[in-house]
């Protein structure tokens, strides 16, 4: 299952709305997973389940979809939530990951 | 409190071996599916291998299939990857990650870098 991220680059200010979509190859129902990774750490996980928040993530991170088609939202971005983010689907093997969305200060 | 630690990476010359290591701790180990996944620089994750609690359902991805061997000894609350016949492409930081009932990847280790190079 191919994961397509889009925008791969996005730039924006403090206080933006953002919106980042992963597009699935097949349907994976809500087996899609959002992470964070900053620069020299691993991943970390934002939501799972497709909408579930994991507990200490800010609740200006929400994820909506299923199926083929889902969005990662930031309500209003803050200086730590400069970073790239990439989806994973646990739908089936091999457990891809898309390509990531780098956000940047603009 | 969670911690994932990894071990054993370094330098190695192609066709080489490595064997990693990835130590937990704060969790009931042998409960939990694992998972190694791979960056190398500059890009995104690469999920490597799966293993589930008991180390009997195994899968791999197509780029390491014959030559990683992912295994977890639930005693010693270990998990282990055994590279053999290691290309340059294989060079990355390697993650052991715990799987959270197939819904994510919840907690991750530090990484470990795996350099493959004469």
């Known amino acids: 299952i191919q994961l397509t991220q889009s925008p791969s680059f996005l730039s924006a200010s403090v206080g933006d709305r953002v919106t980042i979509t992963c597009r699935a190859s097949?349907?994976?129902?809500?087996?899609l997973a959002w992470y964070q990774q900053k620069p020299g750490k691993a991943p970390k996980l934002l939501i799972y389940a497709a909408s579930t928040l994991q507990s200490g993530v800010p609740s200006s991170f929400s994820g909506s979809g299923s199926g083929t088609e889902f969005t990662l939202t930031i309500s209003s971005l803050q200086p730590e939530d400069f970073a790239t983010y990439y989806c994973?689907?646990?739908?089936?093997?091999?457990?891809?990951f898309g390509g990531g969305t780098k956000v940047e200060i603009k | 409190e969670v911690q994932l630690v990894e071990s054993g990476g370094g330098l190695v010359q192609p066709g080489g071996s490595l064997r990693l290591s990835c130590a937990a701790s704060g969790f009931t180990f042998s409960s939990y599916e694992m998972n190694w996944v791979r960056q190398a620089p500059g890009k995104g994750p690469e999920w490597v291998s799966y293993i589930n609690s008991g180390g009997i359902t195994i899968y791999y991805a197509d780029s390491v299939k014959g030559r990683f061997t992912i295994s977890r000894d639930n005693a010693k609350n270990s998990l282990f990857l055994q590279m053999n016949s290691l290309r340059a492409d294989d060079s990355a930081v390697y993650y052991c990650?715990?799987?959270?009932?197939?819904?994510?990847?919840?907690?991750w280790g530090q990484g470990i870098l795996v350099t493959v190079s004469s």
């Open positions: 097949q349907g994976i129902s809500s087996y």
């Open positions: 994973q689907q646990l739908n089936s093997y091999p457990r891809t």
């Open positions: 990650a715990r799987e959270a009932a197939r819904n994510s990847l919840d907690y």
